[in-house]
């Protein structure tokens, strides 16, 4: 029977939150309001840490730059995006992780909050094709809304998302042998416990506290 490698991204595939560092590529390029926009990022961040996250209206000021371009645009500033944010923070054993459960023939998935413009792209350097992200609402010309659509991939919302993935291919979990979930954040809780492979990965407190107590696996990629 074949097994199911689920991954969270942020601070788990990659050592820093690309949801955070986007803004920061827009400050650095002179493309937003810094003050404001400074101060908004650190102070969503810091609720995400503290699992207390206004997802709604997050994804109101996240989403709102992603107006201004179109995707040829964003497409390029994308390519930057990674090579200065992303890129540097990607270790050799987040690397060899995910090609242990390719070469193990099993199917991999990223199930990340953020949105899927941003994952998509750090996904496929890790050669990852399934990728669940916070989908965004494209309008009649072609661009981003500023609006997202469906359900967020965030906490009890992973799960729901994981659930329409699977019945969008006909599957279910009890398709899967090993179903593994790698993740850093408490709000990743209730996924970790809904599978059977929980992993922690560069856990915070929260969640180090919790695979300790129920015996899961704990690597430090930092």
Not at 131 to 139: A, D, K, P, S
Not at 169 to 192: H, I
Request: proline share 5%.
């Amino acid at each position: 029977m074949k097994n199911l490698a689920i991954f969270d991204l942020d601070n788990t595939l990659i050592n820093t939150d690309s949801d955070h560092s986007w803004p920061q590529y827009l400050m650095k390029k002179g493309l937003v309001d810094v003050e404001y926009t400074e101060a908004q990022n650190e102070k969503f961040y810091q609720d995400y840490r503290n699992g207390c996250l206004d997802i709604d209206a997050f994804l109101k000021f996240h989403l709102a730059p992603l107006k201004e371009y179109s995707m040829e645009e964003l497409a390029q500033m994308h390519r930057e995006f990674m090579a200065e944010f992303i890129m540097p923070h990607i270790s050799p054993m987040q690397v060899m992780l995910v090609q242990s459960h390719q070469a193990a023939g099993d199917e991999l998935l990223v199930i990340s909050s953020t949105n899927e413009f941003i994952i998509t792209p750090i996904c496929q350097l890790f050669g990852i094709e399934n990728v669940i992200g916070t989908q965004l609402e494209i309008g009649a010309d072609g661009r981003y809304t500023g609006n997202y659509t469906g359900t967020p991939s965030l906490k009890e919302g992973k799960i729901t998302r994981l659930n329409q993935w699977l019945t969008a291919r006909g599957e279910s979990l009890a398709d899967y042998g090993k179903v593994y979930f790698y993740s850093d954040s408490k709000n990743d809780l209730p996924l970790l416990r809904y599978v059977n492979e929980p992993v922690a990965v560069n856990p915070d407190a929260e969640l180090e506290a919790e695979a300790k107590a129920k015996g899961w696996p704990v690597l430090n990629f930092k």
